[in-house]
């Protein structure tokens, strides 16, 4: 873990995070939606969210004050 990496590849590397992130958040969506037991459905909407929160940190790292006006 010791690779020393231009602002380029962090970059990218930061954003293939927030994709995936990305993906992760709608998948897990879908899942809760599709839920049958509310008990399931209710934990898999947390882990949405800790995924969309996840997202938002990034998208704000990519592009600085994307998420400024959104409470």
């Known amino acids: 873990m010791a690779d020393v990496v231009d602002a380029d590849e962090l970059l990218r590397r930061i954003q293939a995070a927030r994709d995936w992130a990305a993906r992760e958040e709608q998948q897990l969506d879908a899942a809760a939606r599709a839920a049958a037991d509310e008990t399931d459905g209710l934990g898999l909407t947390i882990r949405s969210a800790a995924f969309e929160a996840v997202r938002l ?12 006006n959104s409470d």
């Open 57 to 68: 940190v990034l998208d704000e790292i990519i592009q600085p004050g994307t998420h400024r």
